[in-house]
């Protein structure tokens, strides 16, 4: 009787997830006509860049409501979004933990001493070098130093407010023993949009969604980052994929549909060498402290 249960509850969540499925499909087709149906009626109407046309800005942080600790989101603005949270597995799901499981951010001091206003093209240098160490779009494993008290986090899925809670989300969305956040460049962004760094890199891994998790099919990734004219600090963060979200939900469902249906995984990425840059006036400003601190030297 339990593995009767056991499948017909796995049955269930298969059709939600199904249907969820196709609720991100139109809601792709909807939001392509919706963008035409501006584009012909505004097209006075400033732009944030052009070089993103084409690439999908539907995000796969998920922040569970059930969890206490990832209850912070604003506002869910997908509901695709709002219903595939409620299958993020919990604390004790497949190895136990609950209550006595290590906090996986316990080491990063939220409250540390923020940077000084650095020049645009170092800060985007540093952020290069701290990316592709910590790969913090999954690990969760942020520097604060960089990041504003009111820093904020939109796309068309989620709202957040706070740096600390980000870094929560992402580590319980993703697989920590598989997910990748690989760095391709990090620079300072050169389409004409003013005070934005833009990261793009290759997602794959899982992600914590039904008992077992979803695979991510491998694919590319664009963040902006928004830079404070007052203090230097980021303040805003928009992810961007080039896939849509239909096509993210349908390979990690039927993988033998990738590259016939979906999208093809994209290719590997090589390594480089990153250098940490030399951030001038470190000791006269104060950041030297936070940011060995933050390094753990």
């Keep these: 009787m339990r593995i009767v249960r056991t499948m017909a509850s796995q049955q269930r969540i298969l059709l939600i997830i199904l249907s969820a499925t196709v609720v ?10 919706r963008h035409a149906s501006v584009a012909r009626h505004a097209k006075s109407r400033p732009r944030r860049t052009d070089s993103i046309e084409g690439r999908s800005r539907r995000s796969i942080v998920v922040v569970a409501a059930t969890d206490e600790k990832m209850s912070d989101v604003d506002e869910y603005l997908n509901p695709v979004t709002e219903i595939l949270s409620n299958f993020m597995q919990k604390d004790d799901d497949g190895g136990g933990g609950g209550a006595d499981k290590i906090d996986p951010l316990a080491g990063i001091d939220f ?4 940077i000084s ?3 645009i093209e170092t800060l985007a240098a540093a952020l290069d070098a701290e990316l592709y160490e910590k790969e913090w779009f999954v690990t969760g494993n942020v520097n604060p130093i960089y990041f504003d008290d009111a820093f904020q986090f939109q796309d068309p899925d989620v709202k957040l ?3 600390e809670e980000y870094a929560r989300g992402v580590t319980k969305i993703f697989d920590q ?19 934005t ?3 793009t ?4 891994g899982r992600v914590n969604i039904t008992p077992k998790g979803l695979p991510i099919k491998p694919y590319i990734c664009y963040t902006d980052f928004t830079v404070s004219e007052d203090n230097g600090l980021v303040v805003f963060q928009e992810d ?34 990153v250098v940490m840059p030399k951030m001038s006036g470190a000791k006269k400003a104060g950041i030297f402290d936070g940011v060995l601190q933050q390094l753990g030297l």
């Design 24 to 33: 991100s499909f139109v809601s792709s087709f909807q939001a392509v006509d």
């Design 111 to 114: 409250g540390a001493p923020k």
């Design 117 to 119: 206003k650095l020049p």
């Design 161 to 163: 407010t706070g740096i």
């Design 177 to 195: 023993a598989s997910s990748r956040a690989e760095i391709i460049s990090c620079v300072v962004n050169d389409d004409g949009v003013p005070n």
């Design 197 to 199: 760094i833009t990261v």
């Design 201 to 204: 890199w290759r997602l794959s």
């Design 240 to 273: 961007r994929f080039d896939v849509p979200g239909w096509d993210i939900l349908l390979s990690a469902l039927f993988p033998f549909l990738i590259g016939k249906i979906t999208k093809e995984a994209a290719p590997e990425v090589e390594p480089r060498v």
